[in-house]
């Protein structure tokens, strides 16, 4: 429901504001009102003597002496039946009513784009319903810097406060590990603390990737689906990939379907590479050279003793690096490098 309030001073309007009230679907017009105006008065520091009302509300002599109370003087709650004030009620009726019909319609184009493709989704799958999905990506730069990440959408938008970053023990070029990792790290926390479980787990790295989730889930006993996503030659999502057997759902690019998964798939990766920026830029250089399979204790420190800053190792070569590390080594740390923004 929306509420329009217009501020009148002599006789002359001299401002307006719109406020909603939630959860109001089954409540008598009347009853809204009334909670409004308690809600309203409760919070504001200025108690005006004549509040006028569309209608009349069942604790209206309790709610004038409360305010009576607040202000100081006496406060009269009206429902003018003629003149100009009835004529204002009136407009600031019409208006709560034009704005409610415009945001139906944004309502209902939000719900198409969020709650409809959820459907779509359970359709698809041939699941009875789904409300909570997480999302999981991961990201690399030649075996250095493994992370992953998780986000979570509910009832088709994103629920940020619940979005985890993965930071990976093992630093080898294996996406299957790092992912088996991220997913089974999640989940037994899920069943250690009793977590809610989302009722889709979407993942953004092919066919093998889905394979590994799907058997850490059922290594945990969970029951929970794995579906993933397929992009084109052109890298753009084109195919839901979905549960067993593994079968490739062709997605309208038109459809709020696509719209739904391409979001999620696009706050995932943002997410992920966010992370691995940042693990990459931030904090000290021997906290970086900790996270590089190949460079041990003994390295680390040969490494900072002769470079000092990231600056000084970028410029040195892979023959240089190799008087300290060996050559398989010297050459994915030098791709590292100078991929360190």
């Not at 504001?17 to 520091?45: C, R, W």
């Not at 209206?60 to 006496?74: C, D």
């Not at 009835?86 to 009726?93: F, I, P, Q, T």
């Amino acid at each position: 429901a929306v509420v329009q309030v217009f501020f009148v001073r002599g006789g002359r309007l001299i401002g307006r504001e719109h406020f909603y009230m939630t959860h109001v679907s089954q409540t008598p017009k009347e009853q809204i009102l009334q909670d409004f105006v308690k809600q309203f008065y409760a919070g504001t520091p200025f108690v005006p003597r004549e509040i006028m009302l569309q209608t009349d509300i069942e604790d209206r002599e309790v709610i004038e002496e409360w305010l009576t109370g607040r202000r100081g003087s006496r406060v009269y709650l009206r429902v003018p039946k003629i003149g100009s004030k009835e004529k204002l009620v009136e407009l600031a009726a019409r208006n709560a009513e034009l704005i409610l019909s415009k945001d139906k319609e944004r309502i209902r184009r939000e719900e198409g784009r969020t709650i409809g493709a959820v459907k779509e989704i359970a359709s698809l799958l041939s699941l009875s319903n789904i409300s909570r999905m997480e999302a999981y990506d991961i990201s690399n730069i030649s075996g250095f810097a493994n992370v992953g990440s998780m986000v979570v959408f509910e009832k088709g938008k994103p629920k940020r406060s619940d979005y985890r970053k993965f930071k990976i023990t093992n630093d080898k070029n294996d996406d299957y590990g790092t992912m088996r990792e991220v997913i089974y790290r999640r989940y037994f926390r899920v069943l250690k603390d009793n977590l809610e479980k989302p009722d889709l787990i979407i993942v953004d790295g092919g066919v093998g990737q889905i394979h590994v989730a799907r058997e850490v889930i059922e290594s945990l006993g969970l029951g929970i689906p794995v579906a993933g996503l397929k992009k084109d030659d052109t890298h753009s999502t084109n195919m839901l990939l979905g549960l067993e057997p593994l079968t490739e759902i062709m997605i309208d690019k038109r459809s709020n379907l696509f719209m739904l998964l391409t979001r999620m798939q696009d706050e995932v990766h943002n997410f992920t590479i966010s992370y691995h920026k940042n693990i990459r830029s931030k904090g000290a250089l021997s906290s970086i050279l900790d996270n590089i399979d190949g460079i041990g204790e003994v390295r680390k420190n040969k490494l900072l003793k002769k470079y000092k800053t990231i600056t000084k190792m970028k410029e040195a070569s892979t023959e240089d690096l190799e008087e300290i590390l060996p050559r398989d080594t010297a050459v994915k740390f030098k791709e590292f490098l100078d991929s360190y923004e």
